[in-house]
């Protein structure tokens, strides 16, 4: 079976889903689209009003903001995969629970297991902790690559946050430079053992990670 069917039959799974609450709250599933043989797979956090409304990922300012971002560096909605951390929107727009999370996640992982992606774009602090199991802060290591245990990782602000904080999109723009720099070579292939640990700060300042998504 081909990339697209297995998506496909996981996002039915995903719609009849009623593993937390969300599954009867939401209008529409969220699932993720785009090619679903890129090797660059973005990740949010979690569907928002607008996306809810359509059952696409990214479709309000900052989707548009995120379209633009890709252009400039040459990239598309159809030369990548675009997905989120839930597939249905937490009301009132508020931070997913961990029982949500926990639901949730194991689709997500599941399309990355179909897709097969050499770089994961986590887009905010939520979708970084969720892909990293770690608690890691967005302010220390955005616009770097890591290498987790399984997948390289690039950190992202996530576009929201240069909505609420214009100060920011300088720097978002500044990683998304990087980023170019960074598919422009050869991935570094992941080496299982011995586990890669992200080093964490010891200080981290929680109020300025809940600004930054």
């Not at 009849?16 to 699932?31: E, P, W």
């Not at 379209?67 to 675009?82: E, F, K, M, N, Q």
């Amino acid at each position: 079976m081909e990339k697209k069917e297995c998506l496909e039959e996981l996002k039915k799974k995903v719609e009849n889903c009623r593993n937390c609450s969300l599954g009867r709250s939401r209008k529409y599933v969220v699932f993720g689209e785009g090619n679903s043989e890129s090797k660059i797979v973005f990740v949010g956090e979690a569907p928002g009003y607008y996306e809810d409304q359509v059952g696409k990922p990214f479709v309000g300012q900052a989707g548009k903001l995120l379209d633009t971002l890709l252009a400039d560096i040459g990239l598309s909605r159809s030369s990548v995969y675009i997905a989120n951390i839930l597939k249905c929107r937490p009301l009132g727009n508020r931070d997913p629970l961990p029982e949500e999370i926990n639901a949730c996640k194991p689709y997500l992982m599941e399309q990355l297991k179909i897709i097969q992606p050499s770089l994961i774009c986590t887009l905010g602090r939520f979708a970084l902790i969720s892909i990293c199991n770690k608690s890691v802060s967005i302010t220390a290591v955005h616009g770097k690559l890591i290498q987790a245990e399984t997948y390289n990782i690039f950190p992202l602000y996530h576009p929201a946050a240069a909505l609420h904080q214009p100060t920011l999109l300088k720097s978002i723009k500044r990683d998304f430079a990087e980023l170019k720099e960074i598919i422009s070579k050869p991935m570094p292939k992941i080496k299982p053992e011995p586990k890669t640990e992200i080093k964490i700060p010891e200080k981290t300042n929680v109020q300025e990670q809940m600004k930054l998504f």
